[in-house]
């Protein structure tokens, strides 16, 4: 009779634990919403004097907006912020990776991602898409070059090939898609066979020739020269 009581008590303790940490999942992501809510007025002025400037997704030149959404988030038009569903897509959306830099210098680990989570959803909320992806384009990480480290596509463009994305060649252009989508891994400065396989991949991938087949796959294993 003792040990009914007993593990309803215990049954009871661990749901009242339970709801607490949900409530506190919860509370954390609104916070992050919040905080997005408040931040947006501020980032909507600098992405439309980015835009106003010519430093766009539509200043990237004809179709490459597209070239570019392709590789590093293929359902940006429709997503919310963090992407589950996409093949070859990453939990790390565009506009999550911008939360990431804009509200938590880049580290959200731990339950930080809860809180990344609702950054990025504010953002969706009060932000359209094409001043998002400005905002995206003027902080992505470009990679290291001895003088130090690169930030920006079109700082980059202009650094690398002295011209803006516009007037580089698809291969080029390439290039700094390849390098934006893994900056710890690629140089622009000097001879790199790791980023020339990337764009290889990537060119296989705009061409048709190759899918991604499943989730999270980033690094285009379909699209490798050499099938195992």
Not at 65 to 92: C, I
Not at 143 to 163: I, N
Not at 194 to 199: H, S
Request: neutral net charge; proline residues 6%.
């Amino acid at each position: 009779m003792t040990a009914r009581p007993a593990l309803r008590n215990a049954i009871f303790v661990t749901l009242l634990t339970i709801f607490g940490v949900l409530a506190g999942l919860v509370s954390y992501y609104g916070l992050g919403h919040s905080d997005a809510v408040e931040d947006a007025p501020f980032l909507g002025r600098l992405a439309n004097r980015l835009i106003y400037q010519g430093r766009s997704g539509e200043d990237l030149g004809p179709g490459r907006e597209a070239m570019l959404l392709a590789v590093e988030d293929p359902a940006f038009a429709a997503n919310l912020g963090p992407d589950v569903d996409t093949p070859g897509g990453s939990v790390t959306s565009i506009s999550r990776a911008l939360a990431s830099r804009m509200a938590f210098d880049g580290y959200t680990g731990g339950v930080g991602r809860i809180r990344l989570a609702g950054y990025a959803r504010g953002l969706e909320e009060k932000l359209s898409k094409r001043q998002i992806l400005a905002l995206w384009l003027e902080t992505v990480e470009m990679g290291s070059v001895p003088e130090g480290w690169l930030k920006g596509f079109f700082l980059t463009s202009h650094l690398m090939y002295h011209r803006s994305p516009a007037k580089l060649s698809d291969a080029e252009f390439l290039r700094l898609v390849a390098v934006a989508s893994d900056p710890d891994s690629f140089h622009l400065d000097r001879p790199d066979p790791a980023l020339d396989e990337r764009v290889t991949r990537i060119t296989r991938l705009l061409a048709g020739t190759c899918v991604r087949e499943r989730k999270g796959d980033v690094k285009l294993a379909p699209c490798a020269e050499e099938q195992p």
